[in-house]
C-alpha cells in the first residue's frame, strides 16, 4: 500500500477530492496536518472526506453574503457571534463540516469568548452559509450536527433549508429573517457583483433593508 502525505497533494482552485475509509482518528490526523489556517474547506461524513480549493468566484460571493447577513443583523438589532468557517465536528455523529460561513443568532451569548469549539457542550451554528459554484454541499454532515437553518447559493440563487425532525426542509423565507425577502435580496446583490463593486452594493443593500423595515414599523 502506498501512504501520501497531504503535502504531497497540488490542489487547484475550483478542484476537489474525495477520500473514503478514512476513520475518526485519521479525520483528526488531516486536520491536524492542514493546520487552523488552511485555504481548503472540508466536509467530513461516515468515513468519507472530501477536500475543496474553493475558486475566487466562490470566495468573493461567500464574503459579500457573509456581509448581507451582518447588515441585517446589525439593522434587526440582533445580538450574534461570527465564526466563519471554523470546523465543526463531533466523533460520536461521525460528522465535521467547514461551513463558508456561519452565525450564532439565538445561541450568541453562549458563545461570547469562545475560541475552542466543542460540539458535546457547545450548540451548532445557528445559521450557516455554503456557497456552491465547482461542487454541491451535501446536507448529511449539516443534518447530523444539526444545524437549524442551511443557506446555499448555487446557479445564481439563494437556496434555505432549514431543520425539522432532522432533515432539511426548503424555505421561501428564513426564520431568523422573516419580514424580509432575503432569497430575492440576496440573488440580486450578488448577481450585481459583475458589474458593481462590493461597496455598492452594501450600500445599496442597507438603504433597502433600512426603507422595507422603516415601512414596516
Not at 472540508?42 to 472530501?50: G, S, W
Not at 464574503?63 to 438589532?77: F, R, S, W, Y
Not at 466543542?118 to 444545524?147: F, H, N, R
Not at 432532522?166 to 440573488?187: E, K, R
Request: charged share 25%; proline share 5%.
Amino acid at each position: 500500500m502506498v501512504t501520501l502525505q497531504l503535502r504531497q497533494l497540488v490542489m487547484q482552485p475550483g478542484q476537489q477530492i474525495q477520500l473514503q475509509d478514512v476513520n475518526w482518528t485519521e479525520f483528526e490526523a488531516i486536520l491536524d496536518e492542514l493546520g487552523d489556517r488552511h485555504s481548503t474547506r472540508i466536509a467530513y461524513f461516515e468515513q468519507v472526506l472530501e477536500i475543496r480549493m474553493p475558486l475566487p468566484k466562490h470566495e468573493k460571493a461567500k464574503v459579500l453574503i457573509g456581509d448581507m447577513v451582518k447588515i441585517l443583523l446589525e439593522e434587526l438589532d440582533i445580538e450574534n457571534e461570527g465564526f466563519g468557517s471554523s470546523t465543526f465536528k463531533r466523533a460520536d455523529r461521525a460528522a465535521g463540516i467547514e461551513p463558508d460561513e456561519c452565525f450564532y443568532i439565538e445561541n450568541a451569548a453562549a458563545m461570547i469568548g469562545k475560541e475552542r469549539l466543542d460540539l458535546t457542550l457547545d450548540p451548532p451554528p445557528d445559521l450557516a452559509i455554503e456557497v456552491d459554484v465547482t461542487s454541491k454541499t451535501s446536507l448529511s454532515a449539516y443534518q447530523a450536527l444539526g444545524v437549524p437553518e442551511l443557506w446555499r447559493f448555487e446557479d445564481g440563487c439563494l437556496r434555505i433549508s432549514v431543520l425539522h425532525k432532522g432533515q432539511y426542509q426548503d424555505a421561501l423565507t428564513s426564520p431568523h429573517f422573516p419580514q424580509i425577502d432575503v432569497v430575492g435580496l440576496v440573488s440580486e446583490g450578488v448577481g450585481r457583483s459583475q458589474t458593481e463593486s462590493r461597496s455598492q452594493i452594501l450600500k445599496a443593500f442597507r438603504q433597502t433593508i433600512q426603507t422595507l423595515l422603516s415601512k414596516q414599523k
